[in-house]
């Protein structure tokens, strides 16, 4: 809209009544209108433009609500709205309400109840009517006349228009329970469903995809999902064949095989009792030289703790010998002398 209006001669020379062509969607159909002035309200190019006359021209000042139509779904009144404003929207008009097969429900209820005298009133209070039955399927009272505080009537008063509501509300639940009824006994009747074909879709899906009326959140629709054939219920997967034990470290981002034993903790004995560090408090068997296997420690009896002689000095084989600190060797003697202490046998000290 506002590039419609920049790219105006009238906008670029300042003229005082710049106009702008637009399309309105009205009722669903698509009206265009020409070199419009952009001041123009919505009622104004309903009716003088559009030849759309439901809508009437009560006081021009939002007063009377005998201009009401639906703007995106939004009750206003059409005098104040400007039309180039409403070009992207989605306009709903009294025209709207009545199909093919005549008055409305509301517009039914409205005549029925003696809302109706002069009737200059009656378009725009049909349009609060469904306005307020489309968001509220069962107001109360003080609801309706809250709804319908902006529509005046000068000749009936306001008893058939706050009837005409509860008549519309009770005969949309009426009906709604009759289908119901009717497919709660029609499930009754029909072959069950495969559990494959079961729908997922609820009744108020239904009644949004135009299959059911739709009555906002009615209570209805929570007894109607109680209908639908339970889902089927995913199949119990058979338990997974147990794959071969394995003792090794499993490759890097592979499965953990069934049955693989992890590396023993620290201290505990894996497969050969005597190796490995023994828990706590178990006699120590040290570790073999290298390339001694550890399966057979009677093979290697391991160095004496420091200090203390040879358990088997037979069958050790190692060299026993000290030096005097001279060169001389005394093969009798078996161990260094402390600092300073001289070997008895010394004959040169
Ligand atoms: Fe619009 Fe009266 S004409 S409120
Ligand atoms: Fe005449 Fe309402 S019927 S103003």
Known sequence: MTDELLNHPGALTGDVRPTASYTLRVNGVERPVSDAW??????????????????KDGCEQGECGACSVQVDGQLVNGCLVPAALAA?????????????????????????????????????????VHDLLQR?????????????????????????????????????????????????????????????????????????????????????????????????????????????AWSGTPAHGTAVPVGWEP??????????????????????????????PHQDPGVYEGAPPHGAPQQDPGGYDGTVYATDGYGHQYPGYDATPAHGIRLPEDENA
């Open 136 to 244: 509220n399927h069962r107001p109360s009272e003080v609801e309706a006349r809250q709804a319908l505080c902006g529509n005046l009537c000068r000749c009936t008063g306001y008893r058939g228009a706050l009837a005409a509501v509860q008549t519309v509300a009770e005969a949309r639940e009426a009906a709604l329970e009759a289908e119901l009824d009717a497919a709660e006994q029609a499930a009754a009747t029909a072959e069950p469903v495969a559990p494959a074909q079961a729908t997922e879709q609820s009744f108020a899906d239904l009644a949004l995809a135009g299959e059911l009326p739709l009555y906002a959140d009615s209570e209805l629709w929570h007894e109607a999902d109680q209908l639908i054939p339970p889902q089927a219920q995913p199949q119990a997967q058979p338990p997974r064949p147990a794959e071969p």
């Open 263 to 292: 590396t023993p903790a620290h201290g505990t004995a894996a497969d050969a009792a005597a190796y490995g560090t023994p828990a706590h408090g178990t006699p120590y068997l040290p570790t073999p030289p290298h390339g001694i």
């Open 88 to 128: 992207d929207s989605e306009i709903n008009t009294v025209e709207g309400l009545s199909g093919a097969g005549g008055a409305s429900d509301v517009q039914q209820a409205l005549a029925d109840s003696g809302a109706v005298q002069c009737g200059y009133c009656t378009p725009g209070l049909a349009m609060a």
């Open 38 to 55: 952009i001041g123009e309200s919505l009622l104004y190019v309903l009716r003088e433009r559009l030849g759309l006359a439901g809508a």
